[in-house]
T-cell receptor, first 115, second 112 residues
């Protein structure tokens, strides 16, 4: 399978704990995106990378959230001191840079539940 | 502010009953408009990209069209397996950003 891979698929954590999610994009896709989606809403932009550079972060993203993409390959999203409001589906997507088509392809997401 | 509005929020159709979903957008220049299908608990699945007014794309029972202010996703003779949430997104052509802005989606239920 050469699609976007996200791990874990599900995560249950206690309030105040730190969690880390991993995303492996489609091979050779330069851009990588993180989105958050709550029930009944569309995906909400969090941040994106072009290669290893984090080029844009949402103003809604608190200091407890950090993302990395070392060496421009896989990416991790860490949430520190989780809160119940962080419960959501976290989606990763990737897209190529130098292509005529600019669509992004999504992974299956990581469902986070904070109890 | 860049914005995407989808209507209706939910739609119930009988199998074979054709209909259209609407996506209205306000954006400072459009790099592309995208349609996705999302099944419960899954990530969005890419359907179409539209770049300029007048453009149309088709795939099986789905046809997407684009004007300067909105896009339509036409569903012809739908089947129960077409039941899903359909998401519309835009990518503004504003310099320095490549993010996608999504609407809240239309939840489609096709009854056998």
């Amino acid at each position: 399978d050469t699609g976007v891979s996200q791990n874990p698929r599900h995560k249950i954590t206690k309030r105040g704990q730190n969690v880390t999610f991993r995303c492996d994009p489609i091979s050779e896709h330069n851009r990588l995106y993180w989105y958050r989606q709550t029930l009944g809403q569309g995906p909400e932009f969090l941040t994106y990378f072009q290669n290893e550079a984090q080029l844009e972060k949402s103003r809604l993203l608190s200091d407890r959230f950090s993302a990395e993409r070392p060496k421009g390959s896989f990416s991790t999203l860490e949430i520190q001191r989780t809160e119940q409001g962080d419960s959501a589906m976290y989606l990763c997507a990737s897209s190529p840079v130098f292509e005529a088509n600019t669509e992004a392809f999504f992974g299956q997401g990581t469902r986070l539940t904070v109890v | 502010e860049d914005q995407v509005t989808q209507s209706p929020e939910a739609l119930r159709l009988q199998e074979g009953e054709s209909s259209s979903l609407n996506c209205s957008y306000t954006v400072s220049g459009l790099r592309g408009l995208f349609w996705y299908r999302q099944d419960p608990g899954k990530g969005p699945e890419f359907l179409f990209t539209l770049y300029s007014a007048g453009e149309e794309k088709e795939k099986e029972r789905l046809k997407a069209t684009l004007t300067k202010k909105e896009s339509f996703l036409h569903i012809t003779a739908p089947k129960p397996e077409d039941s899903a949430t359909y998401l519309c997104a835009v990518q503004p052509s504003t310099s320095g950003t490549y993010k996608y802005i999504f609407g809240t989606g239309t939840r489609l239920k096709v009854l056998a």
